[in-house]
């Protein structure tokens, strides 16, 4: 364990490592760097925290491909993108094994755009364990470089921490401010919403059979809706249905 707080006038990279993590090969790659202090603990979200500053969640091309065929994608990606500090979900592996998943590229797409725009959750792509370590140990040579600015800080969140859900919630298909926030009272949480199902959206004021279909597809990735709002999310009109 380094003791120092540089090795050969480098700074010292701490990252905390999910104890269900420590088998990766991304472990095996940060240990080799002489610079780096891991800390193997289990960690309430994500797979890796660098400094106190960002949390980060890794997943294979496989296992997004997985996590969003049963179900569980969303729901993790949920959890993250509440997480209080920054946060971003690295994808792992070469472009070819998407091909291997089955997922149509509409809905691979769909998916990202999801996440991205709904949850507002950087997606930062890595072409094996090896990039990803790298990418890991820049980030924190950031959080070094930059730990008197502030990105986000909880206070603000807390105090627009509606404006930001209203906001992400119009990245749904057909939804504007006003369903979005008819959608947040109702149900509470953007995570309750996107795993809503088509009847219980119908509940909400404002959503009939058409969005609450089109909602549930964008969610799931099934591809495409006639209005290619998978594709392209942007501010719909909140007039009835």
């Not at 997480?83 to 809905?107: F, Y």
């Not at 140990?137 to 627009?160: E, M, S």
């Amino acid at each position: 364990m380094h003791t120092a707080t540089d090795v050969n006038n480098r700074s010292l990279v701490r990252i905390a490592v999910d104890d269900r993590e420590s088998r990766s090969q991304v472990i095996e790659s940060l240990r080799l760097q002489p610079y780096v202090q891991l800390e193997v603990r289990r960690l309430s979200v994500g797979d890796y925290e660098v400094g106190t500053e960002w949390v980060f969640e890794r997943k294979t091309i496989h296992d997004f491909a997985a996590s969003l065929a049963d179900g569980r994608l969303f729901h993790q990606v949920s959890r993250l993108a509440r997480c209080p500090n920054g946060s971003a979900l690295i994808l792992e592996g070469p472009d070819q094994d998407r091909a291997e998943t089955g997922i149509s590229p509409e809905a691979w797409q769909g998916t990202l755009i999801s996440i991205g725009l709904a949850f507002r959750l950087p997606v930062i792509r890595s072409a094996d364990p090896e990039e990803t370590a790298r990418l890991l140990i820049y980030a924190a040579n950031q959080v070094g470089r930059r730990r008197d600015a502030v990105f986000v800080t909880a206070g603000r969140r807390a105090r627009t921490l509606e404006r930001q859900r209203i906001r992400m919630l119009t990245a749904l298909p057909q939804i504007g401010p006003h369903r979005a926030r008819l959608l947040l009272n109702h149900f509470g949480s953007i995570a309750a919403v996107v795993q809503a199902a088509r009847e219980e959206l119908m509940e909400v004021r404002g959503i009939g059979e058409h969005i609450a279909r089109e909602i549930r597809a964008f969610v799931a990735g099934d591809g495409v809706s006639s209005s290619d709002s998978a594709t392209t999310p942007q501010m719909q009109d909140d007039g009835p249905e």
